[in-house]
């Protein structure tokens, strides 16, 4: 079958499969829909095949080196890497994702429109924010080790944006029960905090 191009195959994944425009799509939700079960399965398997080469492939974009672009990093191979992991929801991008936190931007063209706040300078954050409940997981989980303040700033940010002030900050006590004394609990502590601070208390 022809190569699924990424602009259709994001649509597909966000839902707007009507009206589509790719010959390629159509005939694989066409299959998808047929009274012909044997047709289903090879559609269905095909499009799962498609998702994960896609993500595959824009993961490594994620972790390339940025190309410094004159027109802004909205272009930049590495951003939008970054940025369609997050649209895609790639759970199983969220170690890579983790790892590109320190990665930051300053939008010239006005970043998708969205130019203040902490997401869009901190595109990794925002996409696993946008991932959700993987990605929230995963954070809480660095926070036990996350002496580096700007590190657990970015992982508190991301859980308190899919959990919520309130649920981050019975996650974060949850956990500090497990740690009476030690790094681990001051760095929950700390995390603790800038719940509180991000939620105005």
Known sequence: MRRITLGVFMLLCAGAVSPVPSAYVSGLVEA???DNEAGRIPAAS????????LVSALTTMAE???????????L????????LLGDLRAAEAVDSL???????????FGGYGRTHGYGPTHPAA?????IGKPASKAALNRLVDASDPEKARALVW?????????????????????????PPRGN???????VNEMDGK
């Open 98 to 108: 983790m790892g590109l936190l320190d990665y930051r931007v300053i939008m010239t």
């Open 64 to 74: 390339s080196r940025e190309q410094g672009l004159a027109a802004g990093p909205e």
């Open 32 to 34: 998808l829909r047929s």
């Open 188 to 194: 929950l502590e700390r995390a603790l905090a800038l």
């Open 126 to 130: 925002e996409a696993l924010a946008k």
């Open 158 to 182: 991301i859980l308190t944006k899919v959990e919520g002030p309130d649920l981050a900050r019975y996650l974060i006590s949850k956990r500090m029960e497990h740690y009476e004394v030690g």
């Open 46 to 53: 095909q499009l799962m095949k498609d998702r994960r080469d």
């Open 76 to 83: 930049d191979p590495k951003y939008l890497g970054v940025r």
